[in-house]
């Protein structure tokens, strides 16, 4: 059974960088033909694709975020990962993990982790 | 602003059905069949209803269903059910960009 666990602070400073991390068991990040994904939610409002990081490890970005973004992978410790450099308060937000597979569908989701950005 | 357009609500009686629209284009929803609906309920993690325009997860009630046409895709929620009251987003594959977006997402209301 495929899950996923996202980890990492709650509270971040204006300016400083979010970082979190998504630990995978019953799959391999490294192997597959799936996309490893960030997905995050302001409060009260919709769904927001971050990004991803395909197996072989080429990554894509939502443009609105491009600059400010880095997804990366631990195969060793079959974990995949989200920096957000600059936060602001606009970056509060429930952040999830989730894997998309071949048929471009998500059928796997971290609980998510709600980080606040906040001084 | 999303580039897939969801009504903002629906609703619905006890038992009656419902459908949601997704409204893209030729690049995306109506581009292939890559197309799937999630169901988020307050508090919680999406959840995958509807892959493949039409397939639904192991174990999911068959309640559920998806179809297409043209540049619109549909979920129809038959027999309704207290339970179903949720926010529902579709996502669809876009062909010319290498990103990837869901629609803003329709809140079901069973009244």
Known sequence: QVQLQESGPGLVKPSQTLSLTCTVSGDSVSSGRNYWTWIRQPAGKGLEWIGRIYTSGVTNYNPSLKSRVTISMDTSKNQFSLKLTSVTAADTAMYYCARDGPGYYFDHWGQGTLVTVSS | ?111
């Open chain 2, 1 to 111: 602003q999303s580039a897939l357009t969801q009504p903002a609500s629906v609703s619905g009686s006890p038992g009656q059905s419902i459908t949601i629209s997704c409204t893209g284009t030729s690049s995306d929803v109506g581009g292939h069949n890559y197309v799937s609906w999630y169901q988020q309920h307050p508090g919680k993690a999406p959840k995958l209803m509807i892959y493949e325009v039409s397939n639904r997860p192991s174990g999911l009630s068959n309640r559920f269903s998806g179809s297409k046409s043209g540049n619109t895709a549909s979920l129809t929620i038959s027999g309704l059910q207290a339970e179903d009251e949720a926010n529902y987003y579709c996502r669809s594959y876009t062909s010319s960009v290498a990103y990837e977006v869901f629609g803003g997402g329709t809140k079901l209301t069973v009244l």
